[in-house]
């Protein structure tokens, strides 16, 4: 049985930091693309970032470039969102997704249908 699960979210106050965790069980997790994914209130799902099986290419939303940092360690099955200088617009529930794409080369966030597992999602609030 495939687990995901987040961790991390919180309210933060404009310009401060978070650092979102994902844990995925029950999988060969270095057979998996993954990939961030948020959504606000109204709001269509939006990938975030996502990274290749290897972690060696990435895909950042024009929205957080500079600010967010994607990374996985396939030895303890975890993917990682480090996010700074957080605004208001960051506002959002954050999942966290697996997709079985071995061609996945990076340079932008396969289509959310195409990922297979998803956690339950962590709240991220950011206060101006």
């Known amino acids: 049985q495939v687990q995901v699960v987040e961790s991390g979210g919180g309210l933060v106050q404009a310009g401060g930091s978070l650092r979102l965790s994902c844990t995925a069980s029950g999988l060969t997790f270095d057979d998996y693309a993954m990939g961030w994914f948020r959504q606000a209130p109204g709001k269509e799902r939006e990938g975030v970032s996502c990274i290749r099986w290897s972690g060696g290419s990435t895909y950042y939303a024009d929205s957080v470039k500079g600010r967010f940092t994607i990374s996985r360690d396939n030895a303890k099955n975890r993917l990682y969102l480090q996010m700074s200088s957080l605004k208001p617009e960051d506002t959002a529930m954050y999942y966290c997704?697996?997709?079985?794409?071995?061609?996945?080369?990076?340079?932008?966030?396969?289509?959310?249908?195409?990922?297979?597992?998803w956690g339950q999602g962590t709240q991220v609030t950011v206060s101006s």
């Open positions: 997704a697996a997709a079985r794409l071995a061609s996945y080369w990076g340079g932008y966030c396969p289509h959310p249908r195409l990922f297979g597992y």
